[in-house]
């Protein structure tokens, strides 16, 4: 499956963005989803993750620095994932990416890293 992300930009702390993922090639449907990040200097680090229809019951797994601000969501039909960024912080400016994997969302959130990788789109927050 090729995953492509774009949506990012730069906006100013407090703002929102929506990065979009689309996949080509394989049905997302059969994909458990997920966003990282990797900000300059930093590793790269876990944002969130949604189950696969049918397993799960769509649950959503987020990072504890983004739970409350950032909503993922997916679009079987349209083969698509989003990642809804509210309420935006200098600490949120990094390289995202998206991901998908054939292990559970949950699987993600606790570090399994998935099969099939986009490349990353920049989120750059300023004040």
């Known amino acids: 499956v090729q995953l492509q992300a774009s949506g990012g930009g730069s906006v100013q702390a407090g703002g929102s963005l929506r990065l979009s993922c689309a996949a080509s090639?394989?049905?997302?449907?059969?994909?458990?989803m997920a966003w990282f990040r990797q900000a300059p200097g930093k590793e790269r680090e876990f944002v969130g993750a949604?189950?696969?229809?049918?397993?799960?019951?769509?649950?959503?797994y987020y990072a504890d620095s983004v739970k409350g601000r950032f909503t993922i969501s997916r679009d079987n039909a349209q083969n698509t994932m989003y990642l809804q960024m509210n309420s935006l912080k200098l600490g949120d400016t990094a390289v995202y990416y998206c991901?998908?994997?054939?292990?559970?969302?949950?699987?993600?959130?606790?570090?399994?890293?998935?099969?099939?990788w986009g490349q990353g789109t920049q989120v750059t927050v300023s004040s």
């Open positions: 949604i189950s696969r229809d049918g397993r799960d019951g769509g649950n959503t």
């Open positions: 991901a998908a994997g054939r292990s559970s969302a949950q699987a993600m959130a606790m570090g399994v890293s998935p099969a099939y």
């Open positions: 090639g394989r049905t997302l449907s059969s994909f458990a």
